[in-house]
C-alpha cells in the first residue's frame, strides 16, 4: 500500500520569501514521487518528479524537492515566492513498476501575499 | 510538451440523464488513459485505468454500469455518466499517458477537468 500526507491544506507566504510545503509518503517498496500545480480551472501541471535517481530534484520555476528516506519525506521548496505560484499543489506518489497508478495527498494550497 | 484536452469544460444536466464526457491526447499516441474523480476541496482519487482496446480496471467502489468508460482508439478515451443523480456531481479529470513503461515511469499528462453539475 502506498499513500502520501500533507502536512498543511493552507500555506500563505509574502512574496519574495521562501516557501516550504511538506510531504510524508509511506510505501512498502521504492516509491517514485511528485509533485503537482493545479491553478484555478486548469488541468494540474507536473513541477517535478524523483525516480529514484539524484535526491535533490529541481523542477520547473525554481522549484525543488529533496527526497529523504530516513524521514519519509519530500517536502517542496522555493527560494522566493511569486504572486503566480498561488495555486493547489499535489504530492504524488507511485510504485516504481506499479502500472503508473498514482496515489494524491489532499493537496496544499499556496497563497502569495503582496 | 504533450497536450490532453477534455470536452466539454463544464456541464450541467437533469437528475436521470446520461452525459459524455471526452478526453483526447492531442499530439500523442496514449495506450493508457486514466479517469479521476475530484470534490470541491479535496484530492484526486481515481476511478479507473483504461487500454486501447481492452476493457477498463475500476477501482474499488466504483460502480462500472454507472461509469462507462470506452478507450476506442489511441488519441480518445471517453467517460459516460449514466442516470446521473446530483450525487454525480463533480470535477473529472482525465489523464493520458504515452507508450509502454520506460524505464521506471512515463508520465501522465492532465487534461483541463470537465466540472458536472447534476440538478
Known amino acids: 500500500a502506498q499513500s502520501v500526507t500533507q502536512l498543511d491544506s493552507h500555506v500563505s507566504v509574502s512574496e519574495g520569501t521562501p516557501v516550504l510545503l511538506r510531504c510524508n509518503y509511506s510505501?512498502?517498496?521504492?516509491?517514485?514521487l511528485f509533485w503537482y500545480v493545479q491553478h484555478p480551472n486548469k488541468g494540474l501541471q507536473l513541477l517535478l518528479k524523483?525516480?529514484?535517481?539524484?535526491?535533490l530534484v529541481k523542477g520547473i520555476n525554481g522549484f525543488e524537492a529533496e527526497f529523504k528516506k530516513s524521514e519519509t519525506s519530500f517536502h517542496l521548496t522555493k527560494p522566493s515566492a511569486h504572486m503566480s505560484d498561488a495555486a493547489e499543489y499535489f504530492c504524488?506518489?507511485?510504485?516504481?513498476?506499479?502500472?503508473?497508478?498514482?496515489?494524491f495527498g489532499t493537496g496544499t494550497q499556496l497563497k502569495v501575499e503582496l | 510538451g504533450a497536450v490532453v484536452s477534455q470536452h466539454p469544460s463544464r456541464v450541467i444536466c437533469k437528475s436521470g440523464t446520461s452525459v459524455k464526457i471526452e478526453c483526447r491526447s492531442l499530439?500523442?499516441?496514449?495506450?493508457?488513459m486514466f479517469w479521476y474523480r475530484q470534490f470541491p476541496k479535496q484530492s484526486l482519487m481515481l476511478m479507473a485505468t483504461?487500454?486501447?482496446?481492452?476493457?477498463?480496471?475500476?477501482e474499488q467502489g466504483v460502480e462500472k454500469d454507472k461509469f462507462l468508460i470506452n478507450h476506442a482508439s489511441l488519441t480518445l478515451s471517453t467517460l459516460t455518466v449514466t442516470s446521473a443523480h446530483p450525487e454525480d456531481s463533480s470535477f473529472y479529470i482525465c489523464?493520458?499517458?504515452?507508450?509502454?513503461?520506460?524505464?521506471?515511469?512515463?508520465?501522465?499528462?492532465f487534461g483541463p477537468g470537465t466540472r458536472l453539475t447534476v440538478l
Open positions: 510505501s512498502s517498496y521504492s516509491p517514485s
Open positions: 499530439d500523442f499516441q496514449a495506450t493508457t
Open positions: 504524488v506518489v507511485s510504485l516504481t513498476g506499479g502500472g503508473n497508478k498514482l496515489t
Open positions: 489523464s493520458a499517458r504515452e507508450g509502454f513503461l520506460r524505464g521506471s515511469y512515463n508520465e501522465q499528462f
Open positions: 483504461s487500454n486501447e482496446g481492452s476493457k477498463a480496471t475500476y
Open positions: 524523483y525516480t529514484s535517481a539524484a535526491t
